[in-house]
């Protein structure tokens, strides 16, 4: 009922920039906190950005100054603009998010929703 798609994920070249995007669709009620998480090879997933609904935004160590998170609740999609892209950025980014919705129209529930993933390449 509740899908999670993200796009925008691609090569590019060190120093360039990508902006990611993430769609959730359903009949969602709310979205409260959306993230971007990532996982490179060999490597546990980590929190990359996080916005809650009012738009209090939260930015792993590493990535402050260079991404941006944002979101636009009328379309229920969450971005992360990627800027000054490192190799170390490299990785498979994956979107979540906390999400109000109906269970085929007469329950409402809230649970966490992760998107498939899509591959982020720097070259250097």
């Known amino acids: 009922q509740v899908q999670v798609v993200e796009s925008g994920g691609g090569l590019v070249q060190y120093g360039g920039s990508l902006r990611l995007s993430c769609a959730a669709s359903?009949?969602?009620?709310?979205?409260?906190?959306m993230g971007w998480f990532r996982q490179a090879p060999g490597k546990q997933r980590e929190l990359v950005a996080m916005i809650t609904l009012g738009g209090s935004t939260n930015y792993a160590d590493s990535v402050k100054g260079r991404f941006t998170i944002s979101r636009d609740n009328a379309k229920n999609t969450v971005y992360l603009q990627m800027n000054s892209l490192k190799p170390e950025d490299t990785a498979v980014y994956y979107c979540?998010?906390?999400?109000?919705?109906?269970?085929?129209?007469?329950?409402?529930?809230?649970?966490?929703?992760w998107g498939q993933g899509t591959q982020v390449t720097v070259s250097s």
């Open positions: 359903g009949s969602i009620t709310s979205i409260y906190d």
């Open positions: 979540n998010a906390d999400i109000v919705h109906f269970v085929r129209g007469a329950y409402s529930t809230r649970n966490t929703y």
